[in-house]
């Protein structure tokens, strides 16, 4: 059963077109990757369904809902979360802050807690500490929650990320070139946190170029080129298909 459905959405900016009629479903609890040349239109599919940008025409469902147009607070609570290409981490404030600040969606105090702290105030906030406590020793960085976020390394900043969107407890995650800057290790070390993230039955679905990585992990795998499908299937399926190819190779003609 498909958790995400985009059906036929049109995106452009100042006439240039960047998604162009897109149709795909995303399976429940399965790992799906996006994948493309540069331009091809990954990231603002992304970004479409996240609410940071909204679609010209076109539907996006999820969880048999229509999602089309809602703000991304919104999106967070019915349980999609993200990371970015470019990182964004509070750098000044430390790594369990980060993570607390994925949590505060699922927090129900509101101004007048905030100010007088009453007992049910404390004790979700105490909740919300051994959440994001859980999540950081889920990604290995528990050792780590005092640190400034801006004091770990690249690879560990990325990991970091992930923590924050899943301590937003969401059932459908992306992420946004998971492995850019991370070494070998790194990058394996990922694809066993990825395979542990679904085996909580949260739904992934990802952009890399890290094709070792993608042909690994995906159960399927989806090739945009200038804005449209151009390709889906198992990774087998598509490492041979002519067209995706074609795309990321070139033609002699």
Same mark, same amino acid.
Do not use: W
């Given at each position: ?10 995106? @452009?900016?100042?006439?240039? +077109?960047?998604?162009? $009629? ?11 990757? =996006?994948?493309?040349?540069?331009? #091809?239109?990954?990231? @603002? ?13 076109? &539907? ?15 999106? +967070?609570?019915? $349980?999609? %979360? ?44 105490? /909740?919300?500490? &051994?959440?994001?406590?859980?999540? *950081? ?5 528990? &050792?780590?929650?005092?640190? !400034?976020?801006?004091? *770990? ?16 407890? !969401?059932?459908? *995650?992306? =992420?946004?070139? !998971? ?8 990058? /394996? ?13 949260? @739904? ?8 070792? *990585? ?12 200038? $804005? #449209?499908?151009? %390709? &889906? ?13 074609? %795309?990321?190779?070139?033609?002699? $003609?």
């Amino acid at each position: 059963m498909s958790l995400l459905a985009l059906r036929n959405l049109f995106k @452009t900016f100042s006439g240039l +077109v960047a998604v162009a $009629g897109i149709s795909l479903e995303v399976e429940e609890k399965a790992i799906v990757g =996006l994948i493309g040349p540069n331009g #091809a239109g990954k990231t @603002t599919v992304f970004n479409l369904i996240t609410g940071n940008s909204r679609p010209d025409s076109g &539907e996006i469902i999820f969880d048999r809902r229509p999602i089309t147009g809602l703000p991304t607070h919104s999106i +967070v609570r019915l $349980g999609i %979360a993200r990371t970015f290409q470019n990182i964004r981490l509070f750098q000044e404030m430390s790594v369990l802050e980060n993570v607390l600040s994925g949590c505060h969606c699922r927090m129900r105090a509101g101004l007048f807690s905030s100010l007088f702290r009453p007992p049910s105030q404390r004790r979700e906030e105490r /909740a919300a500490v &051994e959440r994001a406590m859980r999540e *950081l020793a889920f990604a290995g960085l528990d &050792e780590r929650h005092a640190d !400034p976020a801006g004091s *770990l390394s690249y690879g560990n900043q990325r990991l970091l990320e992930i923590a924050r969107a899943l301590a937003s407890d !969401p059932r459908f *995650l992306i =992420l946004d070139e !998971p492995a850019g800057g991370m070494n070998d290790q790194e990058t /394996a070390d990922l694809m066993g946190l990825i395979a542990a993230i679904q085996a909580r039955g949260v @739904t992934v679905l990802l952009i890399e170029h890290d094709m070792n *990585l993608v042909m690994k992990i995906c159960d399927k795998v989806i090739v945009l080129e200038y $804005g #449209a499908v151009i %390709a &889906e299937g198992t990774p087998a399926q598509v490492k041979g298909n002519p067209q995706v190819i074609d %795309a990321y190779l070139g033609s002699d $003609g």
